[in-house]
């Protein structure tokens, strides 16, 4: 494994208990926020100490508890891109990249490559204040590839540019670590964002991993109620699993599920665009009372009381396209279902 992480760190009430191994891929760290993301990353580079575990990069130990080892930062050939990207503010553009480069006698001519690669020839001379935010990005990380890494960390790298600048700051963002031959761990709460950038996610909750997916097994299969409210899923109700049937209590509902259920399963994650007006006579079909209906910008969504829900169940979200909603006839009442494959069962 090009990264190995398996490491416990306390921090007053909060307990940090993450294990992942990653490939010299892009592997996202998806989870809300305080959940420990950020922390895993100072922990693998070094910046705090985990009080027990080992992080192995590339065959170099970086952290061993039982054997005494915690480099310092500087060996550890790992890259770091904050969120505020902490360049040096009394420097020039030029000047903080090649502060990244660790031989003296490249610092010129490196710096150069990276201003030209980067597309900061025309700011070289300006200092952090004078540029954009995506200007700033684009140092940073020419500042980190300059000390050639062997893995590069990004702590939720958008966080700190206006929306109009994140999607092309992406795109730049995106191409550049395409070329990249290491490991990159992406932080982000932002599933969109992971979806477009990793092939690989491990989910973290609590401050601890809730193991490695990949993209199609968290959008499309995920085995915990973490993993499914991480993939966007906002309908969840307490079940009784009976082979191929589940009770929802609270819904006053039985349907039929298409998946196998996973052991110690207690709910189900059903997403609100897998929801759809039917005929009575569509398998997994029940009537509902439409409670209130919001318009978003290409959607509306339907929140929904089916007819046996208990008087304090937290209601159905299901979300059209708005044309399909305004396509329905009777939008006080009507009948929904749920296909058996799209129902998730969840721990």
């Not at 039985?254 to 398998?283: F, M, Q, S």
């Not at 209130?292 to 159905?316: H, K």
Request: a neutral charge; hydrophobic letters at 40%; charged letters at 25%.
């Amino acid at each position: 494994m090009a990264l190995s992480v398996d490491i416990r760190k306390k921090l007053g009430d909060f307990q940090l208990d993450v294990r992942f191994d990653a490939e010299n891929e892009a592997l996202a760290l998806l989870g809300a926020s305080g959940c420990g993301k950020s922390v895993t990353l100072r922990c693998i580079a070094g910046i705090l100490t985990p009080d027990e575990g080992k992080i192995v990069l590339d065959g170099v130990t970086l952290f061993d508890s039982a054997a005494g080892i915690d480099l310092p930062p500087r060996k550890r050939q790992i890259g770091y891109l904050f969120q505020q990207y902490a360049l040096f503010p009394h420097m020039t553009v030029r000047q903080n990249i090649a502060a990244g480069v660790r031989e003296r006698a490249r610092r010129e001519s490196a710096a150069a490559q990276l201003l030209r690669r980067f597309r900061l020839e025309d700011v070289a001379d300006l200092r952090p204040a004078q540029i954009s935010g995506g200007q700033q990005q684009r140092t940073a990380l020419a500042r980190i590839l300059a000390s050639e890494p062997k893995a590069i960390l990004l702590d939720e790298p958008f966080s700190a540019l206006d929306s109009y600048l994140q999607h092309q700051v992406e795109l730049e963002l995106a191409e550049t670590l395409e070329q990249f031959p290491g490991t990159v761990l992406w932080v982000s709460h932002d599933r969109g964002e992971v979806f477009r950038n990793c092939k690989r996610v491990c989910v973290l909750d609590g401050g601890c991993s809730q193991g490695t997916f990949t993209l199609r097994e968290l959008f499309h299969e995920p085995k915990t109620e973490a993993a499914a409210r991480l993939s966007g899923c906002k309908n969840y109700a307490e079940a009784i699993f009976d082979g191929d049937r589940i009770t929802l209590p609270q819904l006053g509902l039985t349907l039929l599920c298409g998946k196998d259920i996973p052991k110690g399963a207690r709910c189900v994650g059903i997403r609100a665009n897998h929801i759809y007006p039917c005929e009575p006579t569509t398998v997994n079909a029940f009537p509902c009372t439409v409670t209130r209906v919001v318009q978003d910008v290409f959607t509306t969504i339907v929140l929904l009381r089916p007819e046996g829900a208990a008087p304090d169940a937290e209601p159905l979200r299901m979300e059209l396209p708005r044309e399909a909603w305004y396509a329905v006839p009777d939008k006080n009442c009507l009948t929904v279902a749920v296909q058996p494959r799209d129902i998730l069962p969840l721990k």
